[in-house]
Each structure stands twice: as structure tokens, then as C-alpha cells.
């Protein structure tokens, strides 16, 4: 069982960053990939980013290629999604999960979710 819980969302301007973090209890963090998804209003929950237990190899949507970056901390049991560069498009709810199966992009992938962090970007 593992449980998720994001925070780091906020208000920014476009252009600017923001951290996002996801603390996940249970002793058996480190044996899943971990993964963040966004859901705008009114669209569809949609693939973000994924990580590899040992925090190797991770992957991106297209549209946040060379913007954001993914990393881990298994020791904090701790999953991070570093976003640089945000567009008002990038305004959505940021939900972290995990998976047992790597790389996993897709929802039904993913065993267990957190309960979404807003971020809003204003242009």
C-alpha cells in the first residue's frame, strides 16, 4: 500500500517555475515507478512524466520536453516534477501516482494516486 500526498502548487506568472513535491508513505516506495499527470478543466487526465525506481531513464510528454524534469529520492520517499519555463497552458490539477511497471504512461497503469496540487499560470 502506499499513500500519496503532492504539494508545491501555487500562482505563477508565465515564464516562471515551480516545484512540485509528492511524499508517499509505505515501506515499498522504491519498487515503483513513479508519475505525474495534469488535468485541465474540462479535458482528459493526461500523461506528464514518469521515473524509474533508481531514478534513471525518465520520460516526458512532448509538451513539457526541456521544461520540466522528474527526479526521485527514495531515501524521502519523495518524487519531485521541477517546472521551468510554464505556460498558461500548463495551468491544471498535478496529480502524482505510482506503478508497478516501467515506463508506464498511461492511467490505468498507475496502482494508487495523491489527491492533486493546483497550479495556475497567468499570463
Known amino acids: 500500500q502506499v499513500e500519496l500526498v503532492e504539494s508545491g502548487g501555487g500562482l505563477v506568472q508565465a515564464g516562471g517555475s515551480l516545484r512540485l513535491s509528492c511524499a508517499a508513505s509505505?515501506?515499498?516506495?522504491?519498487?515503483?515507478?513513479m508519475g505525474w499527470f495534469r488535468q485541465a478543466p474540462g479535458k482528459e487526465r493526461e500523461f506528464v512524466a514518469t521515473i524509474i525506481w533508481s531514478g534513471r531513464t525518465p520520460y516526458y510528454a512532448d509538451s513539457v520536453k526541456g521544461r520540466f524534469t522528474i527526479s526521485r529520492d527514495n531515501a524521502k520517499n519523495t518524487v519531485y516534477l521541477q517546472m521551468n519555463s510554464l505556460k498558461p497552458e500548463d495551468t491544471a490539477v498535478y496529480y502524482c501516482?505510482?506503478?508497478?511497471?516501467?515506463?508506464?504512461?498511461?492511467?490505468?497503469?498507475?496502482?494508487?494516486w495523491g489527491q492533486g496540487t493546483q497550479v495556475t499560470v497567468s499570463s
Open positions: 501516482a505510482a506503478a508497478p511497471s516501467f515506463p508506464a504512461y498511461h492511467r490505468h497503469e498507475y496502482d494508487y
Open positions: 509505505g515501506r515499498t516506495f522504491r519498487n515503483y515507478a
